[in-house]
């Protein structure tokens, strides 16, 4: 019995720790897209105006 709660525990652990790893992965990818579009918009604003 205690087997098979030391098998379940790192698993559970290790989905927590994949979806945080997801998570600021996706942060990390969506930053400079946000970036890169904040600067096209205030260029094509400068050049527009």
């Known amino acids: 019995m205690s087997s098979a709660s030391t ?3 790192p698993k559970n652990n ?5 979806a945080r790893f ?4 996706l942060l990390i990818k ?3 897209a946000i970036s890169v579009a904040f600067i096209v918009y205030v260029t094509f ?3 527009l105006w």
């Open 45 to 47: 604003k400068g050049v």
């Open 14 to 18: 290790l989905m927590r720790a994949a």
């Open 30 to 32: 969506s930053t400079p």
């Open 22 to 25: 997801r998570y600021v992965d």
């Open 7 to 9: 098998s379940i525990y």
